[in-house]
């Protein structure tokens, strides 16, 4: 039965000694009380909407980088070809562009820049990115120059020269994408032709690598016989967490070493941050990746729906290997830890959930397979610091039994945030993190760009 409320029971034994503004918020804590079905069933939709958010943040930022590749068009440059510009809007297709929009949202064109495409096109010393617009039926209208890491006099004829840059004006996408500068008879600016050619190649990839992401026919669904296996392993799991094992262990340690030595060793088929941030970004793969997919809707709606603890408890080989190192190690080498120092260590899996966010949002030249040990069961091509986890891992479960699990795991603390807790599920110290998680993400993902353009001024003062 559920708890009385305690704001409530105080009223009720001596109403007198409460004012009136007390008295109506007690009254709603003991209607909400009194219905712990609408608390639980609230507390899950905040967590659902968490989740949501992240994703859809990362998905958004994602977008947003292969669009601006860190140097997002301004309105004043889209300005400079469409006075009554107001405003840019990203375009998610496969163009990668912004589109143009005017008074009341009315679409006036259409502008791309050729990086991150151009980058690797070398002119003199360096490369050039390029604006390009066009009309509404996607005729070239303007060209402009918009960062180059060539020789300065070089870029500075190119503009002052009056035909180079106008020699695409009028004509549509599909003809500028078709025929290289050398078919097209383009030779460049005199004094600086490896650089004014290196903008023609630039525009003539750029526009073609949008056309081919285009034209790329969809994946046909396949379903092997890895992802059958799995599916079989992840319905067995559901099983057992709804109806155990009868008090039969060994038939709990026979499906513990098929989830070690199939889902881990043999297909490396882990629920881990690398694959939870790069399906949030480029799209689930469920053509091609049945087997996975449903492994990870299964350890996120059972938990969510139900209160089961599915993917830590059943299918993640790695607490499954530190369940029997536990186990098997003799119960004098346990140790207790102090209970504040056990409270300061299960702020880690928060930590490195932001330390994630950050590296993703901030576009930082780190691995996110390093902050987890899950990658280490892809042996062949794990990293050093992914394995150092997983064996630092397994070491502490000798001493501390689920160490990694308890203190130290983002995905699972991640599934466990999402999961039910049943009658006394309260809006707790867990729904707090997960808001500041959203809010840093939001930041972040704002703060980025001009996070690296404070990087590339700090070096050039350096310098």
Not at 85 to 100: F, Q, S, T
Not at 140 to 153: L, M, Y
Not at 338 to 350: E, Y
Request: proline share 5%; glycine share 8%; charged share 15%.
């Amino acid at each position: 039965m559920e708890a009385e409320c305690p704001q409530s029971a105080r009223f009720a034994s001596n109403p007198k000694t409460f004012p009136v503004a007390q008295i109506v918020a007690w009254n709603a804590c003991a209607g909400f009380c009194i219905v712990p079905a609408v608390r639980r069933l609230v507390l899950q939709l905040y967590r659902l909407a968490v989740l949501v958010s992240i994703v859809w943040l990362l998905r958004e930022h994602a977008v947003r980088m292969r669009v601006e590749s860190l140097r997002p068009v301004t309105l004043a440059e889209a300005q400079a070809l469409f006075p009554a510009a107001v405003r840019l809007e990203i375009d998610a297709g496969d163009r990668g562009g912004w589109h143009v929009l005017g008074a009341n949202g009315t679409k006036l064109g259409y502008v791309l820049q050729t990086a991150p495409v151009s980058d690797s096109i070398i002119g003199y010393c360096g490369w050039t990115n390029t604006l390009v617009a066009f009309d509404l039926a996607l005729h070239v209208v303007g060209v402009r120059i918009r960062a180059s890491q060539d020789t300065a006099e070089h870029v500075d004829d190119i503009r002052k020269d009056r035909g180079f840059l106008k020699t695409w004006n009028g004509r549509p996408w599909d003809e500028v994408a078709g025929r290289t500068p050398q078919e097209e008879g383009i030779e460049g600016v005199s004094g600086a032709s490896m650089t004014s050619l290196a903008i023609a190649e630039g525009i003539v990839r750029r526009l073609r690598a949008a056309d081919k992401a285009a034209k790329v026919a969809p994946v046909p669904f396949r379903a092997g016989v890895r992802d059958i296996g799995l599916a079989v392993v992840v319905i067995a799991g559901i099983v057992f967490a709804f109806f155990g094992t009868h008090r039969r262990p060994w038939l709990r340690r026979g499906f513990q070493g098929i989830v070690i030595g199939y889902v881990g060793l043999i297909n490396a088929d882990l629920i881990a941050q690398t694959l939870l941030v790069g399906w949030s970004q480029n799209g689930v793969p469920w053509r091609t990746a049945p087997g996975l997919v449903l492994m990870l809707a299964a350890a996120l709606i059972v938990p969510w729906s139900t209160g089961r603890p599915l993917y830590c408890q059943h299918l993640c080989p790695h607490g499954h290997a530190q369940e029997w190192l536990a186990r098997i190690t003799p119960k004098r080498w346990r140790i207790a830890l102090p209970k504040k120092f056990a409270a300061g260590l299960r702020w880690l899996p928060l930590l490195t959930l932001a330390m994630i966010l950050g590296v993703v949002m901030l576009v930082l030249p780190a691995e996110l397979a390093a902050f987890e040990p899950f990658d280490a069961y892809a042996i062949r091509t794990a990293g050093w610091v992914t394995i150092s986890i997983a064996i630092g891992g397994l070491v502490a479960a000798c001493f501390v039994p689920m160490a990694y699990c308890h203190y130290g795991c983002p995905t699972g603390a991640l599934l466990n945030f999402i999961r039910s807790h049943g009658p006394e599920d309260r809006f707790g110290r867990r729904e707090i993190g997960a808001l500041f998680l959203v809010v840093l993400a939001f930041a972040l993902s704002h703060a980025g760009v001009h996070f690296h353009e404070w990087l590339r001024s700090d070096a050039s003062d350096w310098l």
